[in-house]
């Protein structure tokens, strides 16, 4: 059974940084492609970054520059580093993971900007 827990969301004024954390379990972390995807009220779920498992990256333009995404093999988890967060980046954050024909995604964590 794959499972995705999320963290290391919260309050955090304009400006400001939070790094996300993600830790799998029930697959070969280290072969997955990983990824983080939001969702802000009233929105589209809409993909923010990647890595592959061999460390090549994509980020949605709407954050590149100011997210960077990176991995842990050895301790299966994958992080989400947020710099210079606007309002706009107010939004549930998910770890996803496709393995075959199905996508596994984290609960999710919340993470607000706000002055």
């Known amino acids: 059974q794959v499972q995705l827990v999320e963290s290391g969301g919260g309050l955090v004024q304009p400006g400001g940084s939070l790094r996300l954390s993600c830790i799998a379990s029930?697959?070969?972390?280290?072969?997955?492609?990983m990824g983080w995807s939001r969702q802000a009220p009233g929105k589209q779920r809409e993909l923010v970054a990647t890595?592959?498992?061999?460390?090549?990256?994509f980020f949605a333009q709407s954050v590149k520059g100011r997210f960077t995404i990176s991995r842990d093999n050895a301790e299966n988890t994958v992080y989400l580093q947020l710099n210079s967060l606007k309002p706009e980046d107010t939004a549930v954050y998910y770890c996803?993971?496709?393995?075959?024909?199905?996508?596994?995604w984290g609960q999710g964590t919340q993470v607000t900007v706000s002055s």
């Open positions: 996803n993971v496709r393995i075959g024909a199905l996508v596994y």
């Open positions: 029930g697959t070969i972390f280290s072969s997955r492609t």
């Open positions: 890595i592959t498992s061999g460390g090549s990256t």
